[in-house]
């Protein structure tokens, strides 16, 4: 706990056992620490059924579902690579997923995920 760095969920974690090592209750921990009971609860369940380094780790989130596949994304590419509309100098990010929904590349997508797939491409929508 005193030496090296580490994440602060780990410290958070360390310091409930520590205090549940010292004989605080689930409720007094959770206050002292501003956390949720549930908190408590899991550290000390991960510390009985595995141990310590169990307890410190933090485990591992699902995060958010990806939004696209990558042959929708290569096509959403591709599309932004392509000659703009009529009446139009450039692709726009609105246009894009409009044209993009219209040519069944996807289902549905919002101005901000193709902003997000171009951004990881570096590619430029034409000036």
């Known amino acids: 706990m005193r030496a090296g ?6 410290v ?3 310091y409930i056992l520590l205090r549940s090592a010292g ?3 689930e409720s007094e921990i959770a206050q002292a620490l501003d956390i949720s009971p549930r ?3 899991r550290t000390r369940a991960r510390f009985r059924e595995g141990g310590l380094a169990v307890a410190l780790a933090e485990q ?3 995060g958010q579902p990806l939004k696209l596949t ?5 096509s959403l590419v ?3 690579c392509s000659a703009p509309p009529a009446g139009h100098r450039r692709w726009t990010v609105r246009l894009l997923t409009e044209e993009a929904i219209r040519r069944r590349i996807v289902p549905q997508v919002v101005p901000e995920t193709a902003r997000r797939v171009l951004k990881k ?3 430029s929508r034409g000036a």
């Open 12 to 14: 958070q974690y360390a």
């Open 5 to 10: 760095r580490h994440k602060a969920r780990e």
């Open 60 to 62: 591992p989130r699902s």
């Open 70 to 74: 990558a042959v929708q994304e290569a």
């Open 23 to 25: 004989g605080w209750s």
């Open 78 to 80: 591709a599309l932004a």
């Open 39 to 41: 908190t408590v609860r």
């Open 121 to 123: 491409t570096r590619s």
